[in-house]
């Protein structure tokens, strides 16, 4: 049985930070692609950012670039999401998806297999 469970998510206000915590178990995701989703109220999920089985290739989402960081610990099965600057705009559901074939960072989310139930992240003006 795999488990993605994410954690870190909050009330912050706007101008704030807060680091998203994804963590796996079940099985090894050591080689393959990890990301972040976000879906607002009303609105379809949104990419927000994805890294490789190595850590060396990540993307963003245009509305978040700049300002969140994607980064892993593949001997903690972790996968973290540092944001900052948050605005308002960026409250939504944060969920952690993993894929079971790509090694590579990539955007497309029916890319990936597993996702974890969401964390979420409400910000204030």
């Known amino acids: 049985q795999v488990y993605v469970v994410e954690s870190g998510g909050g009330l912050v206000q706007a101008g704030g930070s807060l680091t998203l915590t994804c963590t796996t178990s079940?099985?090894?995701?050591?080689?393959?692609?990890m990301a972040w989703f976000r879906q607002a109220p009303g609105q379809e999920r949104e990419f927000v950012a994805t890294?490789?089985?190595?850590?060396?290739?990540?993307m963003y989402g245009d509305v978040v670039k700049s300002r969140f960081i994607i980064s892993r610990d593949s001997t903690k099965n972790q996968t973290y999401l540092q944001m900052n600057d948050l605005a308002p705009s960026d409250t939504a559901v944060y969920y952690c998806?993993?894929?079971?074939?790509?090694?590579?960072?990539?955007?497309?989310?029916?890319?990936?297999?597993?996702w974890g139930q969401g964390t979420q992240v409400t910000v204030s003006s």
């Open positions: 079940g099985r090894s995701f050591r080689t393959k692609a």
């Open positions: 998806a993993v894929s079971d074939t790509h090694s590579n960072a990539v955007v497309d989310s029916s890319s990936y297999h597993y």
């Open positions: 890294i490789s089985w190595s850590g060396l290739t990540t």
